[in-house]
């Protein structure tokens, strides 16, 4: 018997692409018979193993098939040619909230999800409150789940995912969202399963976070394997490409997303118009500028901060702050000012994002949205990245 949890056998993927974009139903009815489309292959050929009891990341650049893998290990789409074997229970945390109905309570939900999961109700039952524990969302597990933030949805999620016992966890980016201590807690559970003997697969844009975790990546690019093998000597050579291949344009190149809406840029904003570095202490409106493509309701925005070495330390959206947008159309702009900057000197990556109104269907993500520079200001702290103005007395 292989000692592997996933063997990746020769595995090719095509996606039919029209050429219509946006059509109507009537318009493609009417061309069925001369529709105009071409394969693409999302996977060429692609092999590698897994091996069990490891932590395994998938990396790449936007659109090189790591979800495309992904979904074909958690058997949600079937290769054209080639196999995956998988040896042992399977679970899968693919997209925020998939799974999830919006109208029903987190309890509910978790029934349900659980039982697309592989979980009889008897199993749920008995996992219930461990389950919500994990979570810690016990104080909204009775309200619809539309009512949750994006890192409330992330939680429950995660936590039903995880006590389906898989042997074989599939994670697909979706952990970015949650909060310090959930990425803590999540942390754990990764050393855990390795302890256990588990393997665990993610699929993450954040270097930092797979140098931490991953004893084993694959690099895809193009729907190609690259190399396959020992995590941080892979993981630098995958930067490096990225580094030397830098594509023009305000938005940064690490992005993804289905594109109805993309965010053409991020500036950031003084007192004094727009600038490129700011100090402690100072207001800053972070402006995002946006095209939809097409109408698009109940749109969320969102703004995150991660320090130069990958801490994520900070995210924000429209609709967790009350901020309600009812529809979006071609191009604006939306804002975000904080008062006071309460950073330390030190370079920090803007992300930014528009999602769904569930915030579990990504429009546009856009990594490396704008770089904020943090010069000597208001209050003059000793270390660290955050400027908490401390008193002593
Ligand atoms: N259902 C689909 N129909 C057509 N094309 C698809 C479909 N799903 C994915 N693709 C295409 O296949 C390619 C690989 O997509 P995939 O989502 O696997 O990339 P990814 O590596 O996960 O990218 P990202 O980092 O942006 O999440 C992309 O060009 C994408 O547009
Ligand atoms: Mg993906």
């Known amino acids: 018997m292989s000692e592997a949890a996933v063997t990746v056998d020769a595995v090719t993927k095509k996606f039919r692409v029209y050429h219509e974009r946006n059509q109507t139903l009537k318009a493609a009815v009417m061309r069925r018979r001369r529709s ?31 979800s495309t893998l992904l979904k074909c290990l958690a058997r949600i789409l079937y290769p054209d040619s080639g196999t995956v074997t998988t040896r042992g229970r399977v679970a899968a945390l693919l997209e925020v909230g998939s799974g999830f109905h919006p109208e029903l309570s987190g309890r509910d939900n978790v029934y349900l999800n659980g039982s697309i999961l592989g979980m009889s109700r008897a199993e749920i039952d008995r996992k219930f409150d461990a389950i919500v524990d994990f979570s810690g969302v016990e104080q909204f597990i009775d309200q619809p789940v539309k009512n949750y933030s994006s890192g409330m949805y992330v939680r429950l999620g995660f936590s039903v995912a995880i006590h389906v016992d898989p042997e074989i966890l ?14 803590e807690k999540c942390t754990e559970k990764f050393v855990e399963f390795r302890r256990d003997g588990r393997t665990v697969v993610v ?27 020992e995590a941080k000597p892979i993981l630098e050579r995958y930067l490096d490409s990225t580094r030397t291949d830098q594509r023009t344009g305000d938005a940064g190149e690490v992005r993804w997303g289905s594109g109805e809406a993309q965010i053409d840029a991020v ?32 749109p969320v925005f969102g703004l995150a901060l991660e320090s130069h070495d990958g801490v994520y330390l900070w995210a924000n959206n429209t609709r967790d702050l009350g901020h ?19 950073l330390q000197p030190g370079t920090f990556q803007v992300m930014a994002s528009v999602v769904d109104e569930s915030t579990t269907h990504v429009y546009d993500y856009v990594r490396e949205g704008a770089r904020l520079v ?3 200001g208001t209050p003059v702290e000793s270390g660290g990245y955050l400027a908490l103005d401390g008193r002593w007395s």
């Open 374 to 376: 943090v010069d000597f």
């Open 324 to 342: 309600r947008i009812d529809r979006i159309h071609g191009s604006g702009v939306v804002e975000c000012t904080i008062p006071r900057l309460a």
């Open 36 to 66: 105009v489309y071409e394969d693409f292959l999302a996977l060429d050929d692609v092999g590698f193993e897994i091996p069990r009891g490891s932590t395994f990341g998938l990396v790449g650049d936007n659109g090189s098939g790591k």
């Open 170 to 183: 599939l994670v697909d980016e979706v952990l970015a969202v949650g909060d310090a201590a959930f990425q």
């Open 203 to 229: 699929v993450s844009h954040s270097m930092p976070s797979l140098r931490n975790m991953c004893d084993s990546v694959a690099w895809l690019s193009h729907g190609r394997l690259v190399e396959t093998g």
């Open 267 to 298: 500036e950031l904003v003084g007192p004094r118009g727009p600038a490129a570095s700011f100090r402690t202490g100072d207001e800053v409106t972070i402006r995002i500028r946006y095209t939809a493509h097409q109408p698009i309701a109940n």
